[in-house]
């Protein structure tokens, strides 16, 4: 019915391998290198918990499900070191969200630099898509990231820090024996 294409229809425009693209050009975002270089055989590091995870902390799940402005609060307090407040933030993802429903195109640069900050593995999806389909997820896996690193979310930044310079984690002294359940010190 349609004629036979000649052999070499399909090759004349070959000129060998297709060009390679060069490598990403490092930027800047807030002071931070988005994209550092590394050095050959330096591997980044795994989340401590998968995206699906969210039931290894039920409480925060909740919560990230019902007004994830919260969530998206105390992420932000944390990787910005105390610089925005978590009402703040807070309240400006509440805002995007609100007036465009795009909360995602915020929220995907703070999870950019806890990335740069810890040096994660960014997966198989970007973060943009990972914020823009999987919002709830995405800021449940940073919040376990955070807590799973030491940070008590719900104190912020300064109280993390003033802990930290007391000695104190997880409201007990650094390096003082435990002691027996029901014993006060």
């Not at 902390?57 to 019902?66: E, F, K, Q, S, V």
């Not at 109280?159 to 310079?165: I, V």
């Amino acid at each position: 019915m349609y004629p036979a294409a000649p052999p070499d229809a399909y090759n004349k425009y070959d000129a060998g391998p297709p060009p390679t693209a060069p490598p990403p050009a490092a930027y800047q975002q807030h002071g931070i290198n988005m994209n550092p270089a590394r050095p050959a055989g330096a591997g980044l590091r795994t989340w401590s918990t998968g995206l699906f995870h969210c039931m290894d902390d039920p409480g925060n799940c909740l919560i990230t499900c019902m007004c994830p402005c919260i969530t998206f609060g105390q992420i932000v307090d944390i990787v910005d070191r105390g610089t925005c407040s978590c009402i703040a933030s807070g309240m400006l993802y509440t805002l995007i969200c609100a007036s465009t429903g795009m909360g995602c195109l915020y929220s995907c640069m703070y999870r950019s630099k806890l990335r740069a900050q810890y040096d994660l593995d960014e997966g198989e999806c970007p973060d943009f898509l990972v914020h823009c389909c999987c919002e709830h997820l995405a800021l449940c896996q940073e919040y376990r990231e955070l807590k799973n690193r030491g940070f008590d979310m719900g104190i912020g930044w300064d109280a993390n820090m003033d802990r930290q310079r007391r000695g104190v984690a997880g409201g007990a002294v650094m390096g003082a024996p435990a002691m027996p359940h029901g014993m006060m010190r």
